[in-house]
């Protein structure tokens, strides 16, 4: 807890995580936050993903304050090559030049899309692990976000463990309470002969069915290599042009936080 009292205390630009893992909803009731909002007033930039979802809900649960969903210091940056993309985002992120992401739709997704091209508008961006945020469910750090544009990423979790994750964010209604869900990468597991065909395109398809809002796949982000910055808290606007969707926020000049 000392580390997280300097690091917001530090009033360095940019503080990251070194690693994902577990652990920080252990810490959740512990946590400086009127500290940390009052660092990111200052200029301080969060950043990080994983098990650091548990923080940056419960930040903006309790106070409202953005941060951002982004790259970790040693798993990412102390890679053996850095992805090209990654640091161009996390550089716009850290100079206060992005004014959003783009990705290209696949193909499967136009099928369900809305015939309007802005999906979102005005939308707080939140969410990050699905793991994480399953388990905040019921307690005071998840935050309650209405309309919003909800993003979610998760590794190592076969496809039978995230529909059963979603459907309890379903069950619970947060999903429809959403102008959209925006799915990430959802990576490192294998499928077997026990799972009969089921796969994450059963899941997505499956949620589809029971939603009004709009569900897009693609977004380059979770525990991959390429992955943008997104700042969790902010309002956003998420459209598409036909296989292109974008979501794009306003710069920090005209943006207080």
């Not at 065909?197 to 991959?224: A, C, E, I, M």
Request: net charge neutral; hydrophobic share 45%; proline share 4%.
């Amino acid at each position: 807890m000392l580390s997280v009292s300097r690091a917001a205390a530090s009033g360095a630009d940019v503080v990251m995580l070194t690693r994902g893992g577990y652990g920080i909803t252990r810490l959740m009731k512990y946590l400086p936050y009127k500290a940390m909002a009052a660092s990111v007033k200052q200029g301080t930039r969060w950043v990080g993903h994983s098990d650091f979802t548990a923080l940056q809900m419960g930040l903006l649960a309790k106070t409202g304050a953005l941060t951002w969903a982004g790259p970790h210091a040693c798993i990412d940056f102390g890679a053996k090559e850095v992805d090209e993309v990654m640091q161009d985002c996390f550089d716009d992120m850290a100079q206060g030049r992005g004014e959003g992401v783009g990705w290209r739709l696949p193909k499967a997704d136009l099928l369900h899309m809305p015939k309007r091209n802005m999906l979102a508008e005005e939308a707080v961006l939140w969410g990050g692990n699905l793991s994480v945020l399953c388990s905040l469910v019921g307690t005071p750090y998840l935050p309650a976000v209405e309309k919003g544009v909800l993003f979610l990423e998760d590794v190592a979790e076969h496809p039978y463990r995230i529909e059963r994750m979603l459907t309890q964010l379903l069950n619970a209604g947060v999903l429809a309470r959403q102008q959209a869900i925006v799915l990430g990468q959802f990576s490192d597991y294998t499928l077997t002969k026990h799972d009969q065909g089921f796969k994450l395109d059963s899941v997505v398809n499956g949620l589809r069915d029971q939603l009004k809002v709009p569900v897009l796949t693609g977004l380059p982000f979770g525990h991959v290599s390429t992955k943008v910055c997104l700042p969790v808290g902010r309002k956003v606007s998420l459209l598409r042009e036909d296989r292109e969707a974008f979501l794009l926020w306003a710069h920090p000049a005209h943006h207080a936080h």
